[in-house]
C-alpha cells in the first residue's frame, strides 16, 4: 500500500537497528536523535544529553528531577544516549566507529551519603550481671 519511501531513511535505520521487542524504549530514543532539533552532529549529542539525563525541571529546584520523562537509572540512561546517539549517527551520515566512540559528557551520579547513625554507648555488663531486662 505505501512505499518503502514513506518512512524517513533514518527512522527504517533505528527500527531495523533495534528490531526486537525488548529493545522498543531505545528504537524510540533513536528515532528521537534522527529528529532532534540541531543543525550540527555536535547539536544532536547535546540533545541525546538532555533526553537521556535526568535534569530539574524547574530552575533551581532540585528535587523537580524527579518529574522529569528520562529514563532515570544510571544503565538505562546510558543506553539511552548509546540509541539517541546512533539516531544522530545515521542522519549525519557518521560512521559506525565514530559513533561508537562517543561517551556521554555527564559525571556518573556521585554516591549517596552514608546517613549519621548516633551509636548509643552499651552499658557495661559482667559475668554476674546479664545485659538483658527482666
Known amino acids: ?3 518503502g519511501d514513506w518512512t ?5 535505520c533505528c527500527t531495523k537497528k533495534y528490531a526486537s521487542l ?17 543543525d550540527t552532529w555536535d547539536e544532536c549529542i547535546g540533545k541525546c544529553t ?6 530539574p525541571v524547574l530552575e533551581d529546584r532540585q528535587w523537580s528531577a524527579y518529574i522529569d520523562r528520562s529514563p532515570g537509572q ?4 546510558l543506553e539511552c544516549f548509546n540509541a ?8 549525519f551520515d557518521v560512521p559506525t ?7 556521554p559528557n555527564r559525571p ?10 548516633k551509636r548509643t554507648k552499651s552499658p557495661d555488663c559482667t559475668e554476674d550481671v546479664p545485659c538483658t531486662s527482666a
Open 50 to 55: 538532555e533526553i537521556c539525563y535526568k535534569d
Open 22 to 38: 525488548v529493545q522498543i524504549p531505545w528504537r524510540v530514543f533513536c528515532k528521537k536523535g534522527c529528529n532532534a532539533d540541531g
Open 108 to 117: 556518573s551520579k556521585p554516591p549517596a551519603p552514608e546517613p549519621d547513625v
Open 84 to 91: 539517541c546517539v546512533s539516531g544522530c549517527g545515521y542522519r
Open 97 to 103: 566507529e565514530k559513533v561508537e566512540e562517543i561517551k
Open 74 to 77: 544510571d544503565s538505562y540512561s
Open 8 to 12: 524517513p531513511p533514518c527512522g527504517s
Open 1 to 3: 500500500m505505501f512505499s
